[in-house]
């Protein structure tokens, strides 16, 4: 995690306590912090193809979906378009 985070998530714990006394205690602890960020997206065609030839983006890390079912599906359309191709 990035530092910055890290800090970020200090300050609201120390706000959170202002309004919640005990959330910004020596013995809090943390799971983990979550960040996406949806706003990145991936430069690609309607085959999901980017500006570098046969090079394909698919999925959430492309920021093209958001969750499981899209993902696997941009997945499969980037799997059918490569077959067709090859196939062509």
């Known amino acids: ?27 809090t602890l943390l799971y983990g912090a979550e960040v996406k960020f949806y706003s990145l997206k991936v430069e690609v065609d309607e085959h999901l193809e980017t500006p570098i030839k046969g090079l394909f983006a698919a999925g959430d890390g492309a920021g093209l979906t958001r969750g499981l079912v899209q993902a696997s599906i941009s997945g499969l359309l980037v799997a059918e378009e490569i077959a067709r191709r090859e196939s062509a």
């Open 1 to 27: 995690m990035p530092y910055r985070f890290l800090l970020d998530i200090l300050e609201l714990l120390k706000a959170l306590d202002a309004i919640m006394p005990g959330v910004y205690e020596r013995h």
